[in-house]
Each structure stands twice: as structure tokens, then as C-alpha cells.
């Protein structure tokens, strides 16, 4: 599985920002998906996951009720939907997939269960 990360950019304080993640071929339906950002002289950190059919998620309490997590299978591409941004969201945001249909959430909080990552994409939240 590739994945290519987009939708990154410049944004004030108090705006939003949608994430995608394209995926390459035909099990993307047998993954889950998460988002992870890195900060700036910070290491890699959870923000979000989804099951393999979007039925369950889980957030990081940084980002509970101003991100949301959602996915396309039919398209093979999972979101990140960020709003009310802050300064602090700051980060090279990463999407990562770990095969399986497991039906908990929590299981694919951890970077180390994610067998593929993406390239990242670099959001800047301007005060």
C-alpha cells in the first residue's frame, strides 16, 4: 500500500483545514487508517484513527471536537477534517495504515502497529 498525503498549508488561528490521504490499491477496505503529526523538535505523536469501515473512532484529547476523522473506501482515501486550529497544531501531519479489521479503535493509537506511512504533509497555524 502507498499513500500520498495533501491538503497541508498556511492558515490562521481559528480556521480549518481538510486533510486526504490516497491510498494505492484494492484492500484499502482492509485497513484501518490514523493520522499522526510531528512538531517541530517534538516527536511523532497520535491524532487520530478510524476502523477499516469508519464505523469507530478515536481521537487524541488535543484535538477531540475540532478534528474529525472519515474515509472513502470507494474512493480509497481517508480525511482529516481540522477545525479551530491553533497555533499549537503546528506540525508535519503523517496518515499510516495497519491491515486488519479489528473493531476496536483504541489498538491503532500506537505509531509501531501501522505497517505503512505516508510522506507527510506540513501544516502552519499562524497566530
Known amino acids: 500500500v502507498q499513500l500520498q498525503a495533501s491538503g497541508g498549508g498556511l492558515v490562521q488561528a481559528g480556521g480549518s483545514l481538510r486533510l486526504s490521504c490516497a491510498a494505492s490499491?484494492?484492500?484499502?477496505?482492509?485497513?484501518?487508517m490514523g493520522w499522526f503529526r510531528q512538531a517541530p523538535g517534538k516527536e511523532r505523536e497520535f491524532v487520530a484513527t478510524i476502523t477499516w469501515s469508519g464505523g469507530s473512532t478515536y481521537y487524541a484529547d488535543s484535538v477531540k471536537g475540532r478534528f474529525t476523522i472519515s474515509r472513502d473506501n470507494a474512493k480509497n482515501t481517508v480525511y482529516l477534517q481540522m477545525n479551530s486550529l491553533r497555533p499549537d497544531d503546528t506540525a508535519v501531519y503523517y496518515c499510516?495504515?495497519?491491515?486488519?479489521?479489528?473493531?476496536?479503535?483504541?489498538?491503532?493509537?500506537?505509531?509501531?502497529?501501522?505497517?505503512?506511512w505516508g510522506q507527510g504533509t506540513l501544516v502552519t497555524v499562524s497566530s
Open positions: 499510516a495504515a495497519r491491515y486488519g479489521r479489528a473493531s476496536n479503535p483504541v489498538l491503532t493509537t500506537t505509531q509501531s502497529v501501522y505497517d505503512y
Open positions: 490499491g484494492r484492500t484499502f477496505s482492509s485497513y484501518a
